[in-house]
Each structure stands twice: as C-alpha cells, then as structure tokens.
C-alpha cells in the first residue's frame, strides 16, 4: 500500500522558522504582530496532560498545554524540547532514553514526530493526509506502534524507523487504537470498538487478537506493567473518569484510583509490578497498588505571553446614506441567461439583462429565499414562512400569482427542479432546524404526491438534476473514521432508480466548498459538473450518471460562490464576494454584472421618557432608583431624576427595573428558522448577537433585513465560514488547503466587513497567527477553540470551556467537568476573553430538571411546539438516565466560571443555539452561573458591558449612559437580586425603536 503527500508552503516555513513564545527569556521578532509588554505564567497543573517515563527513571516528559516538557522524577522546573506550534501530545520515551516520539499538528495532521531529550534533533516521521496519534515504542527500539486512519477507520499501525516503512497490523472494520508493547515486545495491547466485543485487545506476535475484557464505557490508554501480569487502561463510565487494572491470565479487575479522582485518558507508567505513575487531578501522581493514598510529583512550567495591543476596528453606528446590499442569497440565472433571481432584504428580486436596478417580485413582511428557475423559465420555486414555517411556493412569472406548493411540520429550503419539469427536490429539516440537516425529498408536480428518497444527511448542499432525471448529485461529509467526525465534503451522487449511493471527488482529501449552494452543479446538458474548491469555481467532465470522466478545469483565479449555469451549458453565473460575474466555459472571458441594490438603517426620531423605578446601567453593582432615561432618536441624551411633564412618549416603568439590551455571544442562525428569528430574540430582551460561524451571505442578509427595518431583529455582529483546515465537519466551513486560498479568504472579510473571524478545530497555529495578523491590521478580533498557544499570538477570544477538540480530549476541561490551574492561570493573565456556552454542555438540562417553570416563560411557549418542548424533556430526563453523576459533573462546570471570574478573566455569555433553543438559552446560561456561585451582577455585566467590550462596541452599547445606544430592556422583578427576573420582559427597546412584548409575540 503506498501513501501520497504534499507538503504545502505553510508547512515548510513552519519547520524553519516558528515563534518560540514559551522560552524562558522570549523574543517576539520573528511574530509579525508586535508587542510592546509580556509576562510570564507559571503552571503548577496541566489539565488533561499525558506523562512518560524514561527508561532510567530519572526523567519524566509531559505534555502541557501542547508543548512537550522534560522534567526530573523528583519534580521541580520542566524545560520545554518542543516549540508549542505543533500541538505536541502524548510523549512516549525510546528505550534508550536519547529520545521522544509524540504526535504533532504541526503541518495540520497528526503525524508521529521525536525529538532528542535536550530538544535538538526535532524530526517527522509519517507523513500524508491521515492521523497518526498514540505512538509507542517497541522494546528494542527500531520500531514503534501508532493508531491512523489510514485505512477507512482507526487501526494499529507499525514504523520501521530505519527504513521509514509502514505497515497496518489490525484491519478490522472498527477502530482499533491506543497501541502499547508488553517489555519483551512479543505483544501488542490496544482498544477496539468491535461490535462483537469491544474492550481491551492483545495482539500476539504472530498476528492473532485476543479480546482480554470487554469492557462497557469509554476506553483508552492501555499499558502493561513491568513483568507483563498485568494491564490497566483508564475508563470513563456514568460513574466518573477512573483507572483500572485486569489481570492477564484471569480477567480479574482492580479499580487502582480513588473514587473521586479525575484520571485523564493517558498511559500509566510502570515502574515495576505494583508501583506506577499517571497524571490525574491536574497533577502527576504516584502510587502503589492496593495501597491507599499518592504522592504527587510537582512541576513548574513556566509559559511567556504578550499584552495585545492593536487598533480595533470603528463601528459608526447611527443613521447613514444608502450603502450597497452584500447579503444577496443564492443568485441563478435563468434557463435563457437573461434573468437573474436571487434573495436579499426579506425579498425575492430579478435582475435583468442590461437593467442595473432589479426588481423585487415579493414584498412581504415574512422572509422569502432559495429561489430556483422552472427549466422553461416561466416559474420560480422558493421558500416562505408566510403560513408560519418554511414552506415551499410558486411563483408564475406570467400571471403574477403565487402559490403554496408544500405546506409541512418541518422547515424546508434548497428546491431544485427536474430538468424535465415534472418533480423538484429539496429538504425537509429535522424538527430541531440544528445545523441544517435535511432529508432528500421530492414532489410530483402533476400528483403532488412527495416522496423521500435518501434519509437525513448532514447539512448537505444543494442538490442538483441529472440531465436525464435519474441521479441527483449533492455535497455531503465522507468522514475517515467514526473515531472523529472530521471529514472532506465530496459529490455524492444519489440514484432514483434504486442503484447504491456513490462518492466521488475531482480532487481526493481535497474538500468541497462551504455547503450550501457551492456545488456540485450539474450542466443543463449533463456533461459538466461546476463547483467551488479552494475558493476558485472549477468545472469537470461527466458521463449522464455524474462519474468523472476527465481532468477538472479551473474558470478563475477569484474567489467564487454559489454558481449556475445558463441553459446552453456554455455559461455559469457566479457571485465574486460581492459582485456577480458570468464565467463563459470555452473562451474563459469573464464579465460582470452590474446591479444597484441599497439599503439604510431605519432611524428613530421621536423623543422617549422611560420612567424607570430602577436602573441597572451595567457598571455599577446597584440600582439607580427613580429615573428617567430621555431618548432622542437612537442614542441616549440624558439620566436624570424623575420628573413629570415631560415631552416625548413617555414609557412608564416607575414599577419596573431596566436594564441595558442583552449580548448572545454565540449562536449560529440560518434562514430555515424564517422571519420569526429576530422577533424571538428581542422578545427575550436580546437587542445584540455574536454569530461566530455563518454563511456570510446568509448572515449579511439577516443584519440587513434587521438593521433596515424590513424584519424586527437586534443588532447583527457576524463572521463567514468555520475558517478550519484539511478536515472539517459542519456544512459552514471553509476548508483552507493553501496560502493563496487564505489570502483570498481574508480579503473577503474586508470586503463584506466581518465583525470577527472564527478559525475552527483542524486549523494549525502557523496559519491561525496569519489570520491574526492580519485581521489585527484590519482591526478584526479573532476567535478560536484554543487557548495555548494562540494567546502567544494574541488571538483574541476562546469558544466554550469545553467544546470540540481535534484530539479527543480537551486542553481546558476533563471528562468529568473539571479545569485546573493551568487554564484559570493563562486566561486570567493572558486577557483572552471566554464565552463558555455552559448550558450548551450540561447547562440547559440541569436548570430544567431543577427549574421546570424554564419550559412556562410566555416567550418559549410563543415560539416553540409542545413537540418540540416533548422532545427537549425527553433529552433531559434520557441524559439524566445515562449519566447517574450528571448534575454533579456540571457542578465542577459551573465552578469552573466562578473561579475564572475571581480570577479576573473576561468572561461572557453565548450558548451555542441552536443546540439549545435560541433566547431560551441565553437565559439559561445566567441560570447556570448563577446557580454555581457567580452574582447576579456579574452575570449581568458579562451579557452587557463585557460582552460589549469583547465585541469591541463598548462606546456604544453594553451599559445604560448618556451618549450611548439606546438599547434598553424593561422587566418586571429584580434580576440584581434573582437573575430569573431577567426574563420577565414587558418592552424592549433597540437602537431608540420601542417594542412591547406584545408585538414581538405576534406574527405580522
């Protein structure tokens, strides 16, 4: 079997030349962004660390925080031999102790890598586009075991290290990994997820696999001790993260950890039959077995950090002249090439040939997209919410009249019509609209009769008709393993004749596009195929069934969205950021498109007097009493004493408490949710939202629709796409393969004025210090899943304590909940900000089960089914079920936010949503903060004034003070004394515009 690979630019500049921001006397003169101060942090506990021991026993390696440190048995001060760039984890000694092999994401994969133990001598030794984690050594030293998923799943995997050879060692169809050798190297333990019995495997020297225990629960690191008797693997169950030992001959088991100890998911170290060491609680511990108690091996790491410092960008927030709509969605041409329909500010438009102007053929207070050409261009397919959800409607372009084609439970988007006029597809949403995943389905026109034809997929795109209507071609996730979900999108071709499903792919491990409306396209004449590939619209060749039958042709050198052919074949229509442009598929001459679209914010103008009987401004811990807050136009004049007579609208609110307008600080949207979306927001006093990964057209849609007026919505602060690396998972990310493909990446944010970038999970720290770079330049914060070291770099904020990590385990937070000082330390010091999204990860089902009324609040009942709420309960009560310690693990959560607040870190409010239900959520996560020990106040401050701050509009919004937005929310009750008061909402006020709660809750 052989294995191609490449080695882009990026990588190689990362073997040359890399920022050593961890050394003890740091220079900052290779970091292109400059930094005029620095401090050091010294780490005392590293959360989810693995150990090994060298051969002598004199010395210990250990990763913290993505560096691989070598420190004496005894403890004291550990010296970094690796740079911290490469995510370097799971450190495994040679049997000559002049060595370490460790897995590495140096070059944006997982690769096996060793360094010489005073860190000179730094060498890869896989390569290619697979995972290679876990190394091992053999006892003589000339080999060493791995996992990858080299072959379709995780298996167990052998390194000649003279020659370089591979070869595979397991090959069943599940995964088998964390390999380790017995002393005399004649046996191999590893973990498998058989079906037929997963547990703890031995691989014998001629090839035969022995199931030692089946073991129920998450299982991992597996290690012998010294004379081979024995294993012990950690285990992760319902009843915690523990350690345990089997006897080899028998199958007895011991429990080796104490009841309470949080084990991390790593190798123990054996120093002989019954003495050994593993890391837990933050520390490395030794003991012996079946004696009570350890002694813990301290350890300092010492990291250096940088005060950031940069120009953030200027928001000008108060009323403008016309400026150009950028959030024009998915725009096709018509079958004749003459017409142009696309979605933008609530409306479907048409843009003809020769005329600049387009025209908008809805007009309607509800949200109209995804508009797609009849194959005689007579009609137009698209989706409305005009009966409440996201249906399906006709327009005849003739006669004018529109129709509902399919009125069902679930939200629909992406229709597509049959080249031969007589069905059109789309997707039906699952009832929870998370993420956008669809199940394929068709209408008979003539019948009406609908039929599914593929089950549910995974935000997939788009689909697209065979010429001859027989195979429907979409983007959907091929993953490597089960193991991880990360995958390459790839053209799957789905028949409707009963034939079996089929991948194809113009480029292998090169994914497709965002997902969505990027491809694959199919030609009108069956013979092409168009889609998007490292930013640039390509073209390949076709039989009728979609199989590629020759080379891809590249039709630009610009980025490109969301193509369409004309109905010869020979042009395809395409978006160029924010300018359309036709592409002609023979000559290559390319040509724009004008069109002159505007928008405006919607100004207030009238005067307002909010009596308020208290304030909370967002700065102080107490209440202003018996105010009146004037409001001219959008911004606040004044705060001053009560008084009667005033002019203006006066609101009175003398029994009442304001407060300033809410921050969701992390939630995804999509169209699918309808014109409902903003409304839902305001109602639960939410006046501004962070959305951290979107499509950006999509998003730009939103801020314009809700900053003009056209839909009631709050302020709009949103990036494009998960800017992720070789891998991704979510149908909104951007697969980023090259340096040319980021600099395009990063002009578009310019370009469409993105308020933040998000780089995602696979995305590797060169690269990532890029992105940094040069939205510091342009002003742009930039946030991640990382904490260490992208605050080396001064990346400016972290999603989630917990979330998704490439490596399976977290660097911020345990199995069991738990975070360590490390963490608390680099945050505090390092001024990062963090959105933790506690009720995504626990939050929102323990605040139910201990706060049934969560389910009553009269915004929740407006907006969300008694289906929708059975199935949120029946989660709740499921989980509850399954993990015994549940409410107890969120507990060491929620402490974890009090401790990073005591400890002076920047933290704010986000969820997540939809993974919990939009408004509800935010609510829920001050519940959660709250209810684990943070004050009412501080929580506050956290939706308010700080998240302002992180979103880099503090002079504008967060607080209540003259000067500012008027961004104002009138409750009933007492949220500085019971933050549940906070959802008690009677009128919301944004940017000036008064709302009652009243109007939110009501359809237009």
């Known amino acids: 079997m052989t294995f191609s690979f490449k080695l882009p630019l990026w990588v190689c500049l990362i073997l040359v030349s890399l920022l ?57 001060e550990a010296h970094p031999v690796t740079d911290a760039f490469g995510d370097n984890r799971q450190p495994a000694w040679s049997p000559d102790g002049s060595q370490i092999a460790f897995q590495s994401f140096r070059d944006g994969t997982y690769h096996i890598w060793t360094v010489k133990k005073d860190g000179s001598g730094l060498k890869q030794q896989t390569f290619g586009v697979y995972d290679d984690r876990e190394p091992h050594w053999a006892p003589d030293g000339k080999s060493l ?51 037929t019995g997963p547990g703890v495997y031995v691989r014998e020297d001629n090839g035969k696999e022995n199931l030692v225990s089946k073991v129920d629960g998450k299982l991992s690191a597996p290690a012998w001790n010294s004379t081979g008797t024995h294993i012990s ?47 837990a609680d933050g520390q490395i511990k030794r003991r012996k077995v079946g004696k009570k108690g350890f002694k813990s091996i301290p350890f300092k790491a010492i990291v250096t950090i940088p005060k950031r410092s940069y120009a ?9 002249g016309p400026m150009a709509v950028k959030g024009i969605k998915g725009p096709v041409v018509s079958p004749d090439g003459r017409r142009i329909a696309f979605a933008a500010l609530s409306d479907i438009w048409i843009l003809e040939n020769g005329k600049a102007e387009p025209m908008a053929i809805t007009h309607d207070p509800y949200l109209d997209v995804d508009p797609a050409w009849s194959p005689d261009g007579s009609r137009l397919v698209y989706v409305s919410d005009r009966n409440g959800g996201m249906d399906l409607w006709m327009r005849n372009l003739k006669t004018g009249k529109d129709s509902c084609l399919v009125d069902l439970p679930d939200d629909l988007n992406f229709p597509a019509w049959s080249p031969d006029g007589t069905k059109i597809a789309f997707y039906q949403g699952d009832p929870r609209n998370a993420w956008g995943r669809g199940t394929l389905s068709l209408i008979n026109l003539s019948s009406g009769k609908i039929e599914k034809v593929h089950e549910s997929l995974f935000v997939p795109s788009q689909p697209s008709w065979s010429a001859d209507n027989k195979t429907i071609a979409i983007s959907s996730l091929q993953v490597y393993s089960s193991r991880y979900r990360e995958g390459v999108s790839e053209i799957l071709l789905v028949s409707l004749d009963g034939k079996p499903d089929r ?124 105010v009146d807050i004037v409001i001219e136009g959008n911004r606040i004049k004044e705060i001053v004493p009560h008084q009667t007579g005033r002019t203006g609208k006066v609101i009175d609110a003398s029994d009442k408490t304001v407060i300033p307008g809410l921050f969701e600080m992390h939630t995804h949207q999509y169209a699918m949710t309808g014109e409902k979306q903003g409304r839902l927001w305001l109602s639960y006093g939410i006046t501004s939202i962070r959305e951290p990964g979107a499509d950006p057209y999509d998003a730009l849609e939103r801020k314009e629709s809700w900053a003009s007026g056209v839909r009631k919505g709050p302020r709009q602060f949103f990036t494009g796409g998960l800017t992720d690396g070789s891998r991704i998972y979510y149908g909104l990310a951007t697969s980023i393969h090259s340096e040319a493909h980021l600099e395009l990446e990063l002009k578009r944010s310019i370009r469409l004025e993105y308020d933040l970038i998000k780089t995602y999970v696979r995305m590797p720290d060169l690269m990532q210090q890029r992105i940094t770079t040069f939205a510091h330049a342009h002003g742009i914060p930039v946030s991640s899943h990382e904490i260490y070291p992208a605050m080396c770099y001064a990346v400016d904020a972290v999603e989630h304590i917990g979330g998704t990590s490439r490596r399976g385990y977290s660097p911020k937070i345990s199995a069991v909940n738990r975070t360590y000082q490390d963490v608390i330390e680099l945050l505090a010091k390092s001024e990062m900000n963090i959105t933790p999204t506690a009720a995504l990860q626990g939050g929102f089902h323990a605040m139910a089960a201990k706060y049934p009324a969560l389910y009553e609040n009269r915004q929740y009942t407006t907006f969300y089914s ?89 002079k504008d919004l967060g607080s209540v003070e003259p000067g500012k937005l008027a961004d104002l929310v009138i409750v009933t009750g007492d949220p500085l004394t019971q933050i549940r008061d906070a959802w008690n909402v009677e009128t919301v006020i944004k940017n000036g515009e008064v709302y009652s709660l009243e109007e939110l809750l009501k359809r237009p």
Not at 174 to 184: F, G, K, L, R, S
């Open 233 to 279: 693997y950690n285990a992760f169950s319902a009843q915690g993260s523990f350690l345990e030992q089997i006897r080899v001959s028998d199958g007895n088991k011991l429990i080796l950890s104490d009841p309470q100890e949080d084990v991390f998911p790593f190798r123990a170290e054996w120093l002989s039959a019954d003495e050994f060491l593993y890391s």
């Open 145 to 195: 075991v791995f996992s990858s998923d080299r072959a379709d799943n995780y298996d167990i995997w052998q390194l000649d290290m003279k020659s370089g050879k591979i070869i595979q060692l397991t090959t069943d169809i599940a995964n088998d990994y964390c390999p380790a050798y017995n002393a005399e190297g004649t046996r191999i333990v590893f973990i498998s997820e058989r079906s």
């Open 866 to 954: 008694p289906e929708f709420t059975a199935s949120m309960k029946a989660s709740t009560g499921q989980i509850a079920k399954l993990y015994p310690g549940f409410l107890t693990n969120f507990a060491s959560l929620q402490s974890t936010v009090k401790r990073l607040i005591a400890a002076g870190a920047h933290v704010t409010t986000g969820t997540d949503s939809p993974f919990v239900p939009y408004g509800t959520s935010l609510h829920t996560e001050l519940q959660c903060w709250v209810d684990g020990g943070v004050t009412p106040f501080e929580a506050l401050r956290s939706a308010t004034l700080w998240a302002a701050e992180a979103v880099g509009v503090s």
């Open 503 to 626: 991948y194809v792919s113009p480029v292998p491990d090169n994914t497709l596009a965002m997902r969505g409306k990027n491809g694959p396209v199919w030609s009108p004449d069956g013979s092409k195929m168009a889609y998007i590939l490292d930013g640039l619209l390509w073209m390949v060749p076709v039989d009728i069934s979609g199989n590629l039958i020759g080379p891809p042709k590249r039709l630009t050198n610009e980025l490109a969205e969301v193509p369409s052919w004309t109905g010869d074949s020979q042009r395809i229509v395409f978006l160029a950021t924010d300018t359309l442009k036709q592409v002609s598929v023979t000559d290559g001459k390319i040509e724009v498109i004008p069109m002159h679209l505007t928008w405006q914010y919607k100004q207030p103008s009238e005067r307002v007097v909010v009596h308020a009987g208290q304030l909370f401004n967002g700065l102080s811990a107490t209440y202003q009493k018996d």
């Open 312 to 320: 953030r960008k200027r928001y000008s927030l108060d009323n403008h």
């Open 20 to 76: 050593l921001c961890y050394t003890p006397d740091p220079s900052f003169a290779n970091n292109p962004t400059s930094f005029a101060d620095s401090l050091k942090v010294t780490l005392t506990e590293g959360t989810n660390m693995a150990i090994s021991i060298s051969p002598d026993r004199k010395w210990l390696a250990l990763d913290v925080q993505g560096t691989i440190w070598v420190l004496s048995v005894t403890g004291g």
